[in-house]
Each structure stands twice: as structure tokens, then as C-alpha cells.
């Protein structure tokens, strides 16, 4: 029998596991609980819904795959395509994470996890508008009225996420698009 699990660290582990196994679609309040040995009651006083363990298992495994990110980086190529890889290698690892995530937690605009997914991705869009802003190379006069920093970012951003939704194996074309845009 498995030990007990009681803190939240444990049992975000546990529904990380779980999330590894059988796919984030298919993590629940009672096999999380029968997995830590704890009473599901118990979970509830940690998560008070399934849609509240959700989101902090969601958050938890963007931290995890975030951990690695250069967070001052200035070539802004490469944060793009190390970004790329991040993701792409923590979906590798959690399988169909990033689909179900980005297309799960995007049908409600008012809802917890709609919220907290846009905080996950404006924190890698802020990243990124830092490195190209910090990039030596990047000429200047790409960025008129018609393209601010943010909306280039808004839209690398974009294409980074249809390229993991498409699986793609690489970015090569958008780092190409970029660095003839930008360089």
C-alpha cells in the first residue's frame, strides 16, 4: 500500500503521476485520493473541485516545464525556439498535455482556468518581449505603427502554439519567418 500522502507538494506529485499514466482528461478527485491514501474529503479541504486540482496540476507541470527557461536571455531566436522545445519536450513527457490544456482550459473566458492559463502564457509572452527588446540585432525600424514588440511576440506566440497543437517535430519556418523579419 502506498504511503500517506498529506501535504499538497505530495499530492500534486501523485497527480502529476497520474497525469503521466493516463492523460490530464483523465485525472479525478478519487484516484487521487486512492492513490495518496487519504479520504477524498481530505483532498477537498487541499482542492475544493476537481476544476481547482486542475489548474494547480496544470500549473504545477508548466513550472516543471518551465524550470529550464532562461528567464534574461537577448537572442530572442533562441528563446524562441528554446521556448519551443521546453514545451515540446514537457508534452513528450506528459502526453497530450498542451493540446488538452490550451484547448480545455480556453472555452470559458470567465473561468478559473481560463484565467490562470492566460497568466501562464503572459508570463512567457512578457519573457519573450523582453529578450527582443534586449536583442542588439533586431533592427529597430521593423517595429512601427503597424507592428508593436507585443503584437510580433502575440504572434510567435501563436505560431509556437499551432505548431505543438500540429505536433510538429520542429520551428524551423517560424525561426526562418523571424529572423528574416526582425535581423
Not at 528554446?82 to 480545455?104: C, M, Q, T, W
Not at 473566458?109 to 540585432?137: E, P, T
Not at 510580433?152 to 510538429?168: A, G, H, W
Request: glycine share 4%; net charge positive; with cysteine.
Amino acid at each position: 500500500m502506498n504511503k500517506k500522502s498529506t501535504s499538497a507538494s505530495e499530492i500534486m506529485e501523485v497527480c502529476k503521476q497520474l497525469v503521466v499514466e493516463k492523460g490530464l482528461h483523465e485525472l479525478n478527485m478519487r484516484d487521487v485520493a486512492a492513490r495518496c491514501n487519504v479520504a477524498l474529503g481530505s483532498l477537498y479541504n487541499y482542492y475544493p473541485s476537481k476544476n481547482d486540482l486542475l489548474i494547480a496540476t496544470i500549473g504545477s507541470i508548466w513550472q516543471e516545464i518551465m524550470n529550464g527557461f532562461d528567464h534574461k536571455g537577448s537572442n530572442f531566436d533562441k528563446k524562441v525556439e528554446e521556448l519551443y522545445f521546453l514545451v515540446k519536450n514537457g508534452s513528450d513527457r506528459y502526453p497530450n498535455f498542451f493540446n488538452i490544456h490550451a484547448l480545455g482550459l480556453a472555452k470559458n473566458k470567465k473561468d478559473k482556468g481560463r484565467i490562470a492559463m492566460d497568466q501562464y502564457f503572459g508570463h512567457i509572452k512578457n519573457i519573450l518581449v523582453y529578450s527582443l527588446r534586449n536583442d542588439l540585432k533586431v533592427k529597430k525600424e521593423f517595429f512601427a505603427q503597424n507592428m508593436s514588440e507585443e503584437m510580433f511576440v502575440e504572434f510567435v506566440f501563436d505560431n509556437i502554439i499551432n505548431l505543438l497543437l500540429r505536433k510538429s517535430t520542429d520551428c524551423t519556418p517560424l525561426l526562418y519567418i523571424v529572423r528574416k523579419c526582425i535581423y
